[in-house]
């Protein structure tokens, strides 16, 4: 594979400084976006652990009918914890650190628009982290679960503290992730490399930018919500206390507007990944560029017109259900025609199964089947009977943990070498996917029939009913599983970094411009840019006598 | 363009605004749902303290007015900067930072007297709604008295005169601080009379 | 017992619902097969192999784009019409003037369940006849609760502040099970509901037997020194027997405890010696229920379970 060559009249930038001051400093001082990313994902990575040891409790206590292992004060927290700790401690920040670090580095920038707020946003993350587990040390963590109905949040029936940890934890974690969505959308709006049109963007850069408006417009609402909660719990208010006159639906309201961008917000930069990877290794260019880029246009507009559909079964009445079920169906599409986009790409390719490409596939089935559970619910006279169900829980690890894991799966070994200067064991990575496409499947596809058959969610335990012990047992087994797989995945980023094979600027023979620097890139990202003047500049200069361009894309 | 290859650093004061504007709009959001809670409840409670009986739009009215003074204010103290005026930018800042206060004062005077009529945050549901809303403009007006100040104080140096972008920004917040303030007066001091 | 699913259904109101969710699975099981089978497809037939040219770079085709997402949208028309039949047959629109049959209230963590015409009192089990559209009002007393038995039709979130109608019935005698389906709390999972359809004239039977009060003529010693305790300890505080205290709310109704299947809704099955273990000690059997553990002796445990077990 040829090297990126240099271009005629080029100017150099100027040489990074040496810095002189020790390691640990450099890093918790730091304004580079790079180094802040990495700082971000490894914040994710943590509180994944966490996540990921909470849901392995919560299956050892569902294992058996009548478990004691956890009391169901216990339980409840664990569940609670879990849930706030893979959506806001998780999901999001490693979908955040992986666009910090990305994002200049494709747009062809060098550093973030303000890099102070970078660091700002960042650090509130941890300590936002920090704040929401000190809670169990400070009488007991949160457990009203992660989207904490009100009056059950109230003080009258959640006397401990930890929903007050909650409130306050989320406001902090809230105002991070808008003063990063601030700080995204500026770059990519003011930092294009000369060449790099809106139209040329990345489609990760460009979901990416779509995201961060949604962040801009729905964790205010959150930050809203819980203010009023906290006035209620701390100050003796009277907004969500059924008791004197509050209103338990204005919360649901509330968090759901909130709420319901936030799982697009989640899966957005997932689908923007996806849109990397498979071209990528199916040395074609996106099937479709414009329709991707308008559908995801389209999901984040109606993503704030569906938000009751979490509410079906609260009495709205008919004619409000009607509405946000249509709504709710017509959000499938933009959706789900993605698919067929990424499906498109890889048809007529010549496919590399890298680890990358395996998840990215991976992904493309798990999803679907996330997805039309989730049309399901839009039916909602099926909602009416399977709603705050397993069947629901199934569903919703589908798009959050097939779709966004999975795709963030596929994006790490995709850009690990970039970002660290070394490739992840191939044959490491291939035993992580397998295994964890077998432990996944084997812990949620059955909740689809657990559900079916009659299991609430949120339950500390169950009656020895036919099928549910079973069942759940399997769900146990697949959950371990999944850990295995995540062992793996970790003792494979450890053997990497300790002596791992070197990467180079383009391991991959990709296209766009991360991939046009160093692995991984100097202070300032790019010594030299490559002319911009398509969406592929790398393809272009590999392909002379067929750029993009010629084809006016 | 398009044979170029070095990169560019637009200049600093557009991504100061840009931020700015957008961090205005999550604002916006964020007060549009303390709105919302407020008009939800409004009329809700037969009995007890309400807007109606327990407000003085007259009064708050007359602040109000050097609220929006300040907006006044601090748009010619931009247009004086701009033009290079800096004694009449100090003039025009201090101007708003004053008129800012007074409104505060106004606020204050307000909550003291609710407090004394035992019309609080948990008294009832206007209390609970009509604080909140209130007090987290009152908040904004106070971050944005500080900004201001800091602006003031360094107007008076030479070195470290305050640059066009941040003058801009910060009045860019000033402004949408006043502006939020014409929302709230209007749906919780004049709709309360209709 | 089965718990019973959407998917068998036993009531004219949870039958559409089965039907749309058969036609919704089997168009969601086809589109999975079709993009499995093409991603599957592709996977094999695409891969790359040594030595073979580099791929055709296709851009898109406008067309193709297009149908692809028009089709989606008409079946999901379909799909929506078919929601909208499904909706009115699984929900029947209630009249103005149509008075509810039935209150039921959710409290942490047991159901409240009251006849508006006989004033039968129940607590998680009830009876109902075969055949009869019952007009359900749902209330909370606390938190949000939900009412789910799935073989009978929707589920009904009780919110504080915010009643509900919903509509119950049953076409064939049985016991249907239920379940609590919103997060109410410490005990949210053993908020188990049994709804006991029967013919109309063992209905009836049942109401009447509802509403006497047990007598207290055949009563041991034990019993009636039971008796005694319940009223010096102050249970009816929180627990009302017909006839001899008034209904509090606070905790369900006991005038017919024994003839109940379930003890505390649903964790335990009601036996003399589950009642006696829930006694000694309330807390152990229901973590955070609001029955305090009242340090009852041995002996105290025995005459109150001789006198419960006398409330048929």
Known sequence: MSDVPVTVGAQTLPLTKREHTSSMLRWVATVDHKKIGIMYLVTSLIFFAAGGIEALLMRIQLAVPGNSFLSPNAYNQIFTMHGTTMIFLVAMPVLTGMANYLVPLMIGAKDVALPRMNALSLWLLVFGGLFLYFSFLAGGAPSAGWFSYAPLSEKAYSSSQGLDYYALGLFILGIGSIVAAINLIATIILFRAPGMSIRRLPLFVWMVLITQ????????????????????????????????????????????????????????????????????????????????????????????????????????????????????????????????????????????????????????????????????????????????????????????????????????????????????????????????????????????????????????????????????????????????????????????????EIAGDNPWNAWTLEWATTSPPPEENFELLPPIRSRRPLWDLAHPENPDWKHGR | MDAENTIEQFAISDENRLAMILFVISEAVFFLFLIIAYVFFHGAEKTGPSAANSLNPWKTGAFTVALLSSSFTMWRAEKSYTRGQFHAFRNWLAATIALGAIFMFGQGREYLGLYRANVTVNRNLFGSSFFTLTGFHGLHVILGLIALLVLFALAFTRSERPRESAVRTIALYWHFVDWVWVVIFSLVYLWAVL | MQNGSPFTPASTLAQPIAHLFVVVGMVMIAILLLVTALVLYASFRYRYRPGAREPHQEFGRRGLEIAWTVAPLILLVYIFTITVHAMHRADPEVSQNRLPDMLIVGHQWWWEARYLDSHVLAANEIHIPTGKLFLVRLESADVIHDWWVPQLGRKMDAVPGHPNLFWLEADAPGTYLGTCAEYCGAEHAWMRIRVIAEPQVAFEGWTAQQLAIPSTAAMSADAKDGEKLFQKLTCSNCHSVSGFTQDTGVGPNLTHIAGRETLAAGVRTNTPENLAKWLANPQAVKPESHMPNFQLTNEQVRYLTAYLETLQ
């Not at chain 1, 206390?241 to 997932?270: C, D, K, M, N, R």
């Not at chain 1, 993503?303 to 709710?328: C, E, K, Y």
């Not at chain 1, 619910?377 to 069947?391: E, G, K, L, N, R």
């Open chain 1, 213 to 500: 408006f949604l962040i801009l417009l729905a964790l205010p609402a959150l930050n809203a919500s819980l203010s009023m909660l906290l006035i209620d719990r701390l100050l003796n208010a009277h907004f969500f206390v059924t008791a004197s006159g509050g209103s338990a639906l204005l919360w649901q309201h509330f968090f759901w507007a909130f709420g319901h961008p936030e799982v697009y917000i989640v899966v957005l930069p997932a689908f923007g990944m996806i849109s990397e990877v498979i071209p990528v290794f199916s040395g074609k260019v996106i099937y479709g560029y414009e329709f991707v880029a308008a559908s995801t246009v389209a999901i984040a507009v109606l993503s704030f017109l569906v938000w009751a559909h979490h509410m079906f079964a609260v009495g709205m009445g008919h004619p409000i259900d009607t509405i946000f079920a249509i709504g709710s169906m017509l959000i499938a599409v933009p959706t789900g025609v993605k698919i067929f986009n990424w499906i498109a790409t890889m048809w007529g390719g010549a496919i590399r199964f890298t680890t990358a490409m395996l998840f990215a596939v991976g992904f493309l089935v798990m999803f679907t089947i996330g997805g039309l559970s989730g049309v399901s619910f839009a039916a909602f006279p099926i909602d009416w009977q399977v709603t705050d169900t397993y069947y629901l829980v199934a569903h919703l690890h589908y798009v959050l943990f097939g779709g966004t894991i999975f795709a963030v799966s596929s994006g790490i070994y995709y850009w690990f070498p970039k970002i660290t200067g070394r490739l992840l064991s191939e044959k490491f990575g291939k035993a992580h996917f397998w295994i964890m496409l077998v432990g996944f499947n084997l812990t949620f596809f059955d909740q689809h029939f657990l559900g079916i058959i009659g299991m609430p969610r949120r339950v500390f335990t169950y009656p020895n009913l036919p099928g549910w012990g079973t069942m759940n047992m399997i769900s146990t087994i697949g959950a371990f599983i999944m850990g295995i797989a995540v062992m793996l995945f970790l003792w494979n980023i450890l053997i990497t970094l300790l002596q791992g």
